[in-house]
């Protein structure tokens, strides 16, 4: 399902809702409410605003127990569908839409709970200077402001690691730089091997931006599963820095070694992959993977930075999904 639609199936007329419990004046307030509502979605995504605030209305009006029973009836929605139209509506009250140009995922994205109310503001100024705010580039924005807080938490709290310290496998990006670095170190006294891979996503159709965001999206998540699902020793994890874009550290594991996993998280890919394509539109089948990967003990002749420029550089690709 595009992240840029609402899904609105065809409601429960058969059985209706029962308002027999609601004041006559509430009855009429709902009913309004629910004709204004179904309108509503009719319109562009920036109504979800509106939509939200008339929900909250309504939630307040059935009273406890009665409002997922209603939204199911009317438009069958679930609770969860209608909580993000009603934090959007809460987050961005305050704003003008009419001359902004939000996509509806943006919306939810930037107005979900654990978003900084910087991101949400300068994802609003962005949009105030002409520019649009899609999927995509709110996600840039919340990644950038959630890996500057976490860097913050950093600096105050240095890291620190034990010999057989257990770490999650997938990290943020300031905690993948200082872990790395202190591998990098290690490594390099013990003279051993250090191993990165690049991992990004390519050749996405030229579709309209939405439907693109969606995809990168989808993709995303089915490419950090497979990652997951093969990550096993405590010492290696990995890191989304930008959508669609992965960085992940082996320690002590040869070239050889990097090259198997590449193919074993290539297989796990295409096996998601795979289970997902029934679901999507034909142009899913263009979809591929890059990999670029590091392999070597660390020395005095080459940074740690120059192996970190020159991974994220223009590089080769794979075509790891076929076209049938």
């Given amino acids: 399902m595009s992240k840029n639609t609402i899904s609105l199936a065809k409601p429960n007329v058969s059985q209706p809702f029962d308002d027999s419990q609601i004041t006559p004046d509430d009855q009429i307030i709902i009913q309004q409410r629910t004709y204004e509502i179904k309108n509503l979605i009719r319109r562009t995504a920036s109504n979800l605003i509106d939509i939200g605030q008339k929900l909250h209305e309504v939630k307040k009006l059935l009273g406890h127990g009665h409002f997922g029973h209603w939204l199911k009836t009317e438009f069958n929605w679930s609770v969860a569908t209608a909580t993000k139209m009603m934090q959007a509506s809460q987050r961005f009250k305050n704003v003008n839409f009419t001359n902004l140009n939000f996509s509806a995922s943006a919306i939810y994205l930037l107005a979900a709970p654990s978003t900084p109310t910087a991101a949400r503001q300068e994802a609003i100024t962005k949009a105030q200077q002409g520019q649009a705010i899609t999927y995509t580039l709110a996600k840039q924005i919340v990644c950038h402001y959630k890996y500057r807080n976490q860097s913050l938490i950093l600096k105050q709290q240095p890291l620190s690691f034990s010999a057989s310290c257990s770490l999650e ?21 013990e003279q051993k091997f250090f191993s990165l891979i690049h991992c990004t996503l390519d050749n996405f159709p030229s579709k309209a ?25 405590p010492t290696d994890v990995f890191t989304e820095y930008e959508p669609g874009k992965f960085l992940i550290l082996l320690s002590n594991t040869s070239s050889e070694g990097v090259e198997n996993i590449v193919k074993v998280i290539q297989k796990n890919i295409n096996l998601q992959y795979q289970k997902h394509l029934n679901s999507h539109d034909s142009h899913f089948k263009l979809f591929k993977v890059n990999f670029k990967t590091f392999s070597s003990v660390p020395s005095s002749k080459i940074s740690l930075n120059q192996v970190f420029t020159e991974l994220t550089q223009e590089h080769e690709s794979y075509r790891l999904l076929s076209d049938g």
């Fill in 209 to 233: 931006e939405q439907s693109t965001d969606t995809v990168i999206d989808t993709f995303s998540k089915i490419v950090s599963h497979s990652i997951q699902s093969y990550l096993h020793r």
């Fill in 169 to 189: 496998i997938k990290v943020d990006l300031p905690f993948f730089e200082q872990y790395t670095l202190r591998e990098w170190l290690r490594l390099k006294r």
